[in-house]
């Protein structure tokens, strides 16, 4: 059974490799807890998924927050609470034009490239300063900082953007 383990472990680190979210990471390390205890008692599966199960938790819990944190400030770009929430508000440039849903661009987001859509349903030019305005599944809708749409496109003068919606407090951080 330690070998299962080790396997799942290495799988997981090759899932974090190409994610960076640093959730893969910490169940392979329960993983690979498990394996140990695999190696010691091999007809203990409960205790060696208990022992998985709560090393993958502590990691998350406890390591997580500070590896992603060190990671983020290192590499650039922001630390957002919850999974979208940090994300709409945030200022980021577009690296290439930005259109409509049929026609998606690129924006530079936390060190990474994202999929983006323009919130005005008009072509937004590359190097563009834009908001992020909302989240769709995995790709930002965006809006110019500036609420000008670049010459590139079919309007001329100011569009001004809908309201950010404040981002949710998931840390729970209440009063």
């Given at each position: 059974?330690?070998?299962?383990?080790?396997?799942?472990?290495?799988?997981?680190?090759?899932?974090?490799?190409?994610h960076f979210a640093f959730f893969a990471l910490f169940a392979a390390m329960g993983a690979f807890a498990a394996a140990g205890v695999a190696w010691v008692a091999p007809s203990a599966l409960p205790l060696q998924v208990l022992v998985a199960i709560l090393v993958s938790a502590l990691g998350i819990w406890l390591?997580?927050?500070?590896?992603?944190?060190?990671?983020?400030?290192?590499?650039?770009?922001?630390?957002?609470?919850?999974?979208h929430g940090g994300l709409v508000g945030q200022e980021v440039t577009t690296l290439d034009d930005v259109g409509s849903s049929g026609h998606p661009g690129h924006v530079r987001l936390a060190g990474e490239r994202w999929l983006a859509i323009s919130g005005a349903d008009l072509t937004i030019a590359a190097g563009t300063k834009v908001l992020v305005m909302d989240v769709a599944g995995t790709t930002l809708v965006v809006w110019p900082v500036d609420g000008v749409?670049?010459?590139?496109?079919?309007?001329?003068?100011?569009?001004?953007?809908?309201?950010?919606?404040?981002?949710?407090?998931?840390?729970?951080?209440?009063?």
């Open positions: 059974m330690a070998v299962a383990w080790l396997v799942l472990g290495i799988v997981l680190v090759a899932v974090e490799l190409t390591v997580r927050p500070l590896v992603s944190t060190a990671f983020h400030r290192r590499h650039g770009g922001h630390v957002s609470p919850g999974v749409i670049p010459p590139s496109s079919e309007v001329g003068q100011p569009v001004l953007p809908p309201e950010v919606p404040e981002a949710e407090d998931t840390e729970g951080d209440g009063p």
